[in-house]
């Protein structure tokens, strides 16, 4: 099926350290969501994102959606040990269908 | 309010088997999708109702089938279980519009073991 290319795969961190990741496509999307998802869990919505250019944060969390509408990242700040889990990208394509297209995710990991 | 309730949480099946799994929405939600998480394939695409119908579709073979109530609560349905079928699935709920109206909202999940 579809995917976004998400970037990197998995990471090992500092605490306190800050990380960046990232999706892309070759398609336009009119909504980007970034979810994380714990072990044996749902992912959980981070952070939503709605219009070109937008740079939206929640708390140590800052995500912006690409000019070109076809890429977002996601940064958080000064990691903490309850980071660690699985973060997901999900784009809505702006033409045609309602539903999302989900990248492949970030497995984050930090040590304390 | 009450977020998305998927049942069971856990199950175990053999192969040749069928399962059917349940998603009750956030209440308003007209919107349910269903998608299987491998570790391997990451968040695939089943299906997406709206409206008791099916709006979307992904790529899987006709043994995956779902449907949804009145009351907008969907079921997913895998018959003829095979060993690749265990996987974590999960449905999100969402008002169902573009943008804002369409942000979803995940379940924690029907872990299926197919033996």
């Known amino acids: 099926g579809q995917q976004l290319n998400q970037s990197p795969q998995s990471m090992f961190i500092q605490e306190g350290e800050d990380v960046s990741m990232n999706c892309t496509s070759s398609s336009i999307f009119n909504t980007w969501l970034w979810y994380k998802q714990d072990p044996g869990e749902g992912p959980v919505l981070l952070i939503a994102?709605?219009?070109?250019?937008e740079l939206t944060s929640n708390g140590r969390l800052t995500a912006q959606f690409g000019i070109t509408r076809k890429d977002s990242f996601l940064n958080i700040s000064a990691s903490i040990p309850s980071d660690v889990g699985i973060y997901f990208c999900a784009g809505q394509l702006r033409s045609g269908t309602y539903k999302y297209i989900f990248g492949t995710g970030t497995r984050l990991k930090v040590l304390a | 309010k009450a977020g998305v309730t998927q049942t069971p949480r856990y199950l175990i099946k053999t192969r040749g088997q069928q399962v059917t799994l349940s998603c009750s929405p956030i209440s308003g939600h007209r919107s349910v999708s269903w998608y299987q998480q491998t570790p391997g394939q990451g968040l695939q695409f089943l299906f997406e109702?709206?409206?008791?119908?099916?709006?979307n579709k992904g790529n899987f073979p006709g043994r995956f089938s779902g449907r949804q109530f009145s009351n907008s609560r969907s079921e997913m349905n895998v018959s003829t279980l095979e060993l690749g079928d265990s996987a974590l699935y999960l449905c999100a709920s969402s008002l169902g519009g573009r943008g804002g109206a369409n942000v979803l909202t995940f379940g924690a999940g029907s872990r299926l073991t197919v033996l």
């Open positions: 109702y709206f409206s008791e119908t099916q709006r």
């Open positions: 994102l709605y219009k070109a250019g």
